[in-house]
């Protein structure tokens, strides 16, 4: 065993046999519906999506190519540049004595609770943690030696970390943050300049369509209307939860390591606490999810390498709390692929088995996915079938507003999925932890009033327990769609949204009102309408202020 832990080969054996296990582990465990999602990005390659930049379609693309079909057609690269990554953080590491402790590496890596989980799934966060890395290594590079190879990878990388997820942003600012002398350089702004080129295609086609990720994660993403301190708490135990058992340790040593000043080390250090505040705050907003401090793993296994080499009576401790969380964390595998092991359902348990079930339920009809990217793209990668999808006007946007094959569609007798228990569905199927997925026939065609683009005239004045009309510039309205299309318009309070039975005549909407609540006031005001009136209605406009009602 000591010769083992001693040889020379440890880290590449480990790296090996790391590829190997998320490589077993992709193919055994079902995808989570947030991959199938982006799995459904890399069907339409495209400079952009909806929600995020295009490098997980690209990962996706890569996997497509060594397996066209089952889960490893979407996770078989991540698996790969796991080990690569974990690779270039040990490149990263300078200490004099770190080859005599490589399997320190190893067990702080294996520990490292939530970054090992980007071996066997592919989200944005795989490839950002793959080119930070990159970027560190580039940035330790130009520190030492200020050569062409370190621009280079500098200005490719922090294009490569935007094209994987807008958070990148965050490591670049930190690290400039720690080190303002390098705004000295003009050849820094030849490297930022560049990197601005590689990007330019993205920030072109956000132009192109109207910036609908910008819109979406600086405006349209839900706010808590009040402050809640379980999202504060929460981000404190996300700090805890993607790094394990081994936290104390971990952090004693970034607290440490704060009064180093090494630029380098005052990079990574940075990194961290922006990160950490940066979310912090945000909480004060809404919820903050624990990937996006994810790339914080990558200082926080450098930092506790170097202090527990300087600081060997901690190395005990360390031992028993990485085993823990490496025991802990190989349950949790093996968990995600035994559905049943444990009483709760994870997000990957049952997946292929609900859409199996909903195939049965409804033969050969075409259904059309309301309101849910996720269900809607697990149902496309496990049947097989490209399903079309509607999100109502109270619902968020998503990648499915933006593919071309469903906009403008017409469907005969659809089968409508994902409806409300109260809206009278003809059945159901079991999905997991005893939610169930509803659904019902749908009479007649449906067409989706993609075309129909209505333009509110400002300013907006209305009354309330009275009839109201609106100035619109109105679209051209096509022959087929005007006998059935019925238009509504919604109204939204800080407190509720609902919508109300609307007339079209030429340049103008009417609609009546009732007399509301001062808490239901509305203050914004959009167009929607549908084709079917058992098919809720859709946004047909942008959303506009309403000023103060003339009563």
């Excluded at 990668?381 to 999808?389: E, M």
Aim: aromatic share 16%.
């Amino acid at each position: 065993m000591k010769s083992i832990i001693n040889s020379n080969y440890l880290l590449v054996s480990f790296l090996t046999l790391l590829f190997v296990v998320n490589l077993i582990q992709g193919y055994s465990t079902d995808l989570l519906a947030d991959e199938a999602y982006y799995w459904t990005y890399s069907n339409e390659l495209s400079w952009g999506y909806f929600d995020h930049p295009p490098m997980v379609a690209i990962w996706i693309s890569i996997s497509k190519l060594f397996f066209s079909s089952s889960e490893l057609s979407v996770r078989f690269f991540s698996s790969i540049t796991l080990s690569i990554t974990f690779y270039i953080v040990w490149l990263l590491i300078k200490h004099p004595k770190k080859n005599e402790f490589q399997w320190l590496f190893v067990l702080i890596a294996f520990s490292t609770s939530l970054f090992n989980v980007y071996g066997f799934i592919t989200v944005p966060d795989t490839p950002l943690l793959f080119f930070a890395a990159i970027f560190f290594w580039g940035y330790q590079k130009y520190l030492n030696e200020k050569s062409l190879v370190s621009y280079l990878v500098i200005a490719i990388t922090m294009a490569g970390m935007l094209y994987s997820k807008y958070q990148g942003i965050l490591i670049i600012f930190f690290v400039l943050l720690s080190n303002l002398k390098v705004l000295k350089d003009g050849k820094i702004w030849l490297t930022a300049l560049l990197a601005l080129v590689l990007f330019a295609p993205h920030l072109l086609w956000q132009f192109e369509n109207d910036f609908p990720s910008f819109k979406y994660h600086l405006f349209e993403r839900k706010e808590n209307t009040v402050y809640r301190f379980r999202d504060t708490y929460m981000h404190l135990i996300n700090m805890i939860a993607i790094i394990g058992f081994t936290f104390p340790i971990v952090y004693k040593a970034l607290f440490k390591n704060l009064k180093n000043k090494d630029l380098f080390q005052r990079a990574l250090n940075f990194t961290v606490a922006g990160f950490v505040i940066f979310f912090f705050i945000s909480t004060f907003k809404g919820h903050a999810q624990a990937q996006w401090i994810v790339p914080i793993s990558i200082p926080l296994i450098i930092i506790p390498f170097n202090y527990l080499i300087e600081n060997p009576k901690q190395i005990r401790l360390f031992k028993i709390l990485a085993f823990i969380s490496i025991i802990a964390g190989t349950f949790l595998r093996f968990a995600m692929v035994n559905d049943g092991l444990l009483p709760k359902q994870f997000d990957m348990h049952g997946n292929k088995k609900w859409v199996e079930r909903i195939e049965k339920k409804i033969g050969d009809k075409t259904p059309l996915f309301l309101n849910s990217y996720q269900n809607t793209s697990t149902y496309w990668f496990y049947s097989g079938k490209r399903p079309y999808q509607i999100n109502t006007w109270n619902s968020r946007k998503n990648q499915y507003d933006l593919y071309s094959y469903n906009q403008n569609f017409s469907l005969n007798n659809p089968i409508l999925i994902n409806i409300g228990a109260q809206e009278s569905p003809k059945d159901s199927i079991l999905k997991k932890n005893n939610i169930e997925i509803y659904f019902k026939d749908i009479s007649g065609e449906y067409t989706k009033p993609d075309k129909l683009q209505f333009d509110l005239i400002n300013p907006i004045y209305i009354e309330q327990n009275s009839t109201n009309s609106v100035n619109i510039k109105p679209p051209y309205v096509p022959l087929n769609l005007s006998k059935i299309f019925q238009p509504f318009v919604g109204l939204k309070s800080k407190e509720d949204k609902s919508y109300y039975d609307a007339t079209l005549q030429e340049d103008r909407i009417s609609f009546s009102l009732p007399k509301f609540t001062p808490e239901c006031s509305p203050i914004e005001i959009q167009i929607i309408g549908t084709t079917n009136i058992q098919v809720p209605p859709i946004r047909l406009s942008t959303i506009d202020k309403i000023q103060q009602s003339n009563e």
